[in-house]
């Protein structure tokens, strides 16, 4: 069993989606959330004996994340660009580095659909950023590296 820390993990941003350039790194984030969740459908039938049956349905995600509000930081200024200019943004949200073997997770073009800044007296400014997964020629899938 190979176990990871979340500051073992990594997330990579493309902009203009999956097809365009290389994967960059996104460090600048603090606690990432990767929500994977299905929908579902009942299907119960008198042949249940009195359980209720489903089946699942569409799967949907979610990303949630808090940056440090860096106007100089290239991924920064991605996130906020595809925010105001309503475009889509490729993310690969990895349990490890893109190129090691045994790496996996969620790569997907996203949407940007809440970009939060928060000034605490005592922090420094930050943002909490949610995206999902925006109509795309390419869908979402899971990758193992």
Do not use: H
């Not at 365009?20 to 996104?26: I, M, T």
């Not at 990767?34 to 489903?54: H, P």
């Not at 580095?97 to 922090?123: P, T, V, Y």
């Amino acid at each position: 069993m190979s176990i990871r820390i979340g500051m073992e993990a990594k997330l990579y941003f493309k902009v203009g989606g999956l097809g365009a350039g290389a994967w960059v790194e996104l460090p600048n984030v603090r606690d990432v959330t990767l929500n994977l969740e299905t929908g579902e459908a009942d299907v119960t039938t008198r042949g249940n004996a009195g359980w209720k049956a489903s089946i699942a349905t569409l799967k949907d995600a979610s990303l949630e994340m808090e940056m440090i509000w860096d106007t100089a930081d290239a991924g920064f200024t991605a996130i906020k660009n595809a925010y105001f200019n309503n475009e889509k943004i490729g993310f690969a949200v990895m349990d490890g580095d893109i190129a090691q073997a045994g790496s996996q997770g969620l790569q997907a073009d996203f949407s940007i659909l809440s970009f939060s800044r928060k000034e605490a007296l005592e922090e420094a400014i930050t943002v909490s950023v949610t995206a999902k997964p925006t109509y795309s020629a390419t869908a979402p899938q899971w990758v193992t590296v």
